[in-house]
């Protein structure tokens, strides 16, 4: 009798789907299981795939919707294309999907994304159950009820969907123009590039682009969310009113305002909240954000009568709090802002062109705006990377923890938590002044390098 060996270590669900370095922990071989995994779970029908500008993700994609296939699902493929562009599909059709991208990461990494029918981001339990089948297919437990013959899946190319997520985009104002604002976009190499500009354009507003040239390598390069220095120097440089920069994937977006500030998705999702709340379009006063929302925005908020509703990070728990509220809006302070009313997930380029219709309708620039939602406190994030389980470093940390707790009183506020897609731990501090920030982050920090060693 042959002795039972554990199988190979799979990758696992995070924040955001499940990322890894392309070709070593992402292969082709595990797109093809998640394929069969995806489309053995979500059953007979058609799933929507895109795919982002990385050299990896049309190997990626062809291994996914070959996985897919192989169950009996039909495959439309859009291209390369923003994460919301899937979700929006998925969603006016009653479809699944599948989004090939590690958003933010650096180019070496890609990411597989799923959506269950009508572009909901899977739950906990729905991933607990995806993740199961996976093992099932590599184990070779699936294999006997692979569909033969006729009862293959097709895969078919329509790229001409994409259209119907622009013309939204543009409707999303109501037949409002942006004209006389200039504006200065970055695109990170990524996904933006095929979609924002035209829209941005066709509405009206005067536009200086950025970093729309991806080559496969250089998604996220010094550019996009993560780096906005280029941008900050453009719109300064430009007079601009405004910038946005994109991330990898175009599902979160951060704004520079008109003085080269940053203004972050905590400030965006404030004013935002504020002006649906002027237009009684915010159902019980209530925005959804997550544990990382800067304690300024809570004062802010409820300032203006506003009830916060907190989430664990990911704006899968930002949707799920949405759904279960009915309310209308919510997101990170990353920048992913979720429109309930328009869309069933982060859309940066959503995002960009409500905070630019707001600016031309109140005729307040984005500064002003972003200074009646909330005041910022200072607050600082580190990371620190791990070779063992989070949640046991967490534990031991708790003394630490509540000890710089009591240091800051109700002034200030520690968050501790791993990371959803990167082997780290983060250590966020707020406190009343910069120094008290950094200092009991840094005193955190050593804690937790000496526990590591």
Not at 54 to 72: D, H, T
Not at 110 to 137: H, S
Not at 140 to 147: E, F, K, M, N, Q
Not at 431 to 447: F, K, N, S
Request: glycine share 12%; net charge negative.
């Amino acid at each position: 009798m042959s002795e039972s060996r554990p199988g190979p270590a799979l990758p696992r669900f995070g924040t955001d789907g499940v990322r890894g370095l392309a070709n070593r922990d992402l292969t082709p071989e595990y797109a093809l299981a998640l394929g069969r995994a995806a489309g053995r779970w979500n059953g007979p029908g058609v799933v929507v795939v895109g795919r982002d500008t990385r050299a990896s993700s049309p190997l990626l994609e062809a291994a996914m919707c070959a996985g897919l296939a192989s169950e009996g699902v039909d495959v439309v493929t859009l291209g390369v294309c923003p994460t919301p562009v899937v979700a929006w599909v998925a969603a006016r059709d009653g479809l699944a999907g599948a989004m090939i991208s590690a958003s933010h990461n650096p180019f070496p990494d890609n990411g597989i994304k799923l959506f269950a029918r009508g572009g909901l981001k899977l739950g906990d339990e729905e991933q607990n159950v995806v993740e199961a089948e996976v093992r099932a297919v590599t184990d070779g437990i699936a294999d006997g009820s692979r569909p033969v013959g006729a009862g293959v899946g097709r895969v078919r190319q329509a790229p001409e969907l994409v259209d119907g997520y622009r013309a939204a985009v543009v409707q999303s104002i109501e037949g409002r123009s942006l004209g006389g604002l200039r504006l200065v976009i970055d695109c990170a190499h990524g996904s933006a590039s095929a979609v924002a500009p035209e829209v941005l354009r066709q509405l009206g507003a005067e536009l200086i682009v950025l970093f729309d040239e991806p080559d496969g390598t250089n998604i996220n390069e010094g550019c996009g969310s993560t780096h906005l220095e280029a941008l900050q120097a453009a719109v300064i440089a430009r007079r601009a009113d405004l910038g946005l920069a994109f991330d990898g994937d175009a599902d979160r977006v951060l704004a520079v305002d008109h003085l080269g500030a940053v203004v972050d998705g905590d400030q965006l999702i404030g004013m935002c909240a504020m002006d649906l709340q002027a237009r009684g379009e915010l159902p019980e006063e209530t925005v959804v954000v997550t544990v990382m929302a800067n304690q300024g925005f809570r004062l802010g908020m409820r300032r203006n009568g506003i009830v916060v509703h907190e989430t664990p990070v990911g704006d899968r728990h930002v949707l799920a709090a949405l759904e279960s509220g009915s309310w209308a809006l919510g997101g990170e302070q990353s920048g992913h802002v979720i429109f309930r009313r328009m869309a069933t997930t982060g859309d940066g380029l959503l995002t960009g062109v409500q905070v630019a219709d707001l600016v031309r309708r109140s005729g307040a620039s984005l500064a002003e705006l972003a200074e009646r939602a909330m005041t910022r406190l200072p607050q600082v994030l580190r990371n620190v990377r791990l070779d063992r389980p989070a949640e046991a470093v967490i534990e031991q940390l708790r003394p630490a923890v509540a000890e710089v707790e009591e240091r800051l009183g109700e002034a200030g506020r520690v968050l501790i938590r791993p990371s959803g897609t990167e082997p780290l731990i983060r250590v966020m501090v707020e406190a009343p002044t910069a120094q008290q920030a950094e200092d009991a982050t840094a005193e955190l920090v050593r804690v937790v390098e000496d526990l590591l060693r």
